[in-house]
């Protein structure tokens, strides 16, 4: 089977970890069955353990048989996948033990060596480091980060500051995977080529937009690490911001990874500042108490294991933000993102300006918007919302709402959704950067993300208590309300 992706070598920092053997060598193997890594390509492991090839080639395959989804793993392509398989094992902090990297590499030239850190980001700089010191970075070299870049503005600056020492911007691909989602991607498609929709993409047609990412699950074990975090952090400040970028942003010139970056950049430089004089109106703070998912009792989040009984960590957030540009004048954006809410829900509701006259108010008070709805996970698609004529004689004309549903399951039946990091990785391999985050979009969402948190200390604003299975504090629903609009699951 034969690529026209260029040959690489491929390393996996961090290759024994959770992400690397739930998302990222499940995603090689996809790669390999689709026959879009060069023939020659090679890859990888590293990791502290020391263990021989044979060992880490099973850890793999046991890690294929767990997480590749739904398929059965083919014998076949795993024998190609495990061709290309090696392994590396030392201390990663260790800067003398990296010979032991140049050593299996026997680096060429002519090939470009991907190096993929899916690590802790405070070994960033020392891999980087390994890597310079041994050579291994050529013109030709990329780097892949993967978030947290930081928990504010000036510890980004900082990790950024440190990989530029050794690569250049062109050089680093900095990952957020909702960017490799379909769905998010086919937000260019819907805007850009469909004048149905560019030619309505502003304040003059559309009222508010919402975007949910909406979790069932709790902390999952990773107490200590979320609570350094929370939700605004862990997740507003790069997958909601970077919907939110591309929801909002002008069209770019080119799809290239310049023209897309620029315009995102102009969005992010366009939010609103939440300061201590407006955090209470345009913000909620929550954490999940007991309560039921489902028909199954949880903790709250200070009864999860190893829980501190006095943290004010939140693990839900409301925004109502606004981007002062012409296009977007008076239309806010409300963000929402919880654990422990009462579905498994990531979308986007753009909710369009009710018609100026209602000539149907006979039968019909007040027409209910037209919707667009994009659903990022699960059943990924769109819906549009729109009313139609109920069939039937009579005087009086009958309206009811219906909606035109285009799952991508129904729409593609017969064509495999890939996973995000199967395109993101394919894209660091070919090096394309338009889906990867520029250090800009980094910087310019963290000064943003700490005006909120700034805010919240300095009015003292401390985290809601919500059930778990609900939709958030009440208060949320107030932030909405209070403009005389609903979240989507009011509907």
Same mark, same amino acid.
């Given at each position: ?23 990222? !060598? ?5 790669? #390999? ?22 060992? /880490? ?12 989804? *739904? ?14 398989? %090696? ?10 033990? +990296? ?16 190096? $993929? ?17 041994q050579q291994l970075i050529s013109p030709h ?16 600056? #900082? =990790? ?12 680093? $691909? ?15 498609a819907l805007r850009f080529a469909n004048p ?9 047609? =559309? ?56 315009? *995102?950049? *102009? ?20 954490? $999940? ?40 004048? %008076? ?21 369009? *300006? ?5 000539? /149907? ?14 659903? !990022? ?46 395109? !993101? ?18 910087? %310019? ?6 005006? =909120? ?12 208590? +919500? ?25």
């Open positions: 089977m034969t690529s026209t992706t260029a040959c690489c070598d491929f390393i996996l920092f961090g290759t024994l970890g959770d992400l690397a053997r739930r998302k990222l !060598l499940p995603a090689l193997y996809q790669l #390999e069955k689709a026959g879009l890594l060069h023939a020659t390509t090679r890859i990888f492991g590293v990791a502290r353990d020391e263990i021989d090839a044979h060992t /880490f080639k099973e850890k793999v395959h046991a890690s294929l048989i767990q997480f590749v989804g *739904k398929e059965k793993v083919d014998n076949v392509v795993w024998e190609r996948l495990a061709e290309r398989l %090696h392994y590396c094992g030392f201390e990663l902090s260790q800067l003398s033990d +990296y010979s032991i990297l140049s050593d299996a590499l026997k680096p060429n030239n002519e090939r470009a060596l991907v190096s $993929y850190l899916a690590t802790p980001p405070q070994l960033f700089a020392t891999v980087c480091k390994g890597l310079s010191e070299a990329r780097i892949v980060l993967e978030k947290p870049l930081g928990h504010d503005l000036e510890s980004s600056r #900082e =990790i950024n500051q440190e990989v530029a020492k050794y690569f250049d911007e062109s050089q680093i $691909y900095r990952i957020d995977h909702y960017l490799g989602k379909e769905t998010v991607l086919n937000l260019l149905i929709f560019s030619d309505q993409w502003s304040h003059n047609s =559309i009222d508010h937009i919402q975007i949910t990412a909406a979790e069932q699950v709790g902390v999952e074990g990773r107490w200590s690490y979320y609570d350094d975090a929370g939700q605004l952090r862990d997740m507003v400040q790069n997958h909601l911001l970077q919907v939110l970028a591309l929801i909002a942003m002008e069209p770019p010139t080119r799809l290239d990874a310049e023209s897309v970056r620029a315009e *995102k950049i *102009k969005v992010l430089r366009s939010l609103r500042p939440i300061s201590h004089d407006n955090v209470r109106e345009d913000t909620v703070r929550g954490q $999940y108490g007991a309560g039921f998912v489902g028909d199954k009792r949880v903790p709250g989040y200070l009864e999860e294991e190893g829980a501190k009984p006095a943290s004010k960590t939140e693990t839900f957030v409301a925004i109502k933000a606004h981007i002062d540009n012409w296009r977007w004048s %008076h239309v806010p954006f409300y963000l929402r993102t919880g654990k422990r809410m009462a579905q498994k829900r990531t979308e986007i509701v753009i909710s369009f *300006k009710p018609q100026p006259h209602n000539i /149907f108010h006979e039968t019909m008070n007040e027409l209910p918007p037209n919707r667009l709805i994009i659903r !990022l996970q699960p059943d990924e698609g769109v819906e549009i919302q729109m009313m139609n004529k109920v069939p039937g004689l009579g005087k009086q004309m009958q309206l009811k709402p219906t909606t035109l549903d285009l799952s991508f399951d129904q729409t593609f039946e017969n064509q495999r959704i890939a996973d995000a990091y199967e395109r !993101l990785l394919l894209e660091a391999i070919q090096g394309n950067q338009y889906l990867f985050v520029a250090r800009d979009e980094v910087e %310019h969402a963290w000064h943003w993300i700490d005006g =909120i948190r700034n805010a919240w200390i300095q009015t003292g604003e401390e985290p809601k208590s +919500y059930p778990s299975g609900s939709w958030g504090p009440a208060s949320s629903v107030t932030l909405i309300a209070h403009d005389g609009r609903e979240w989507d699951d009011d509907f």
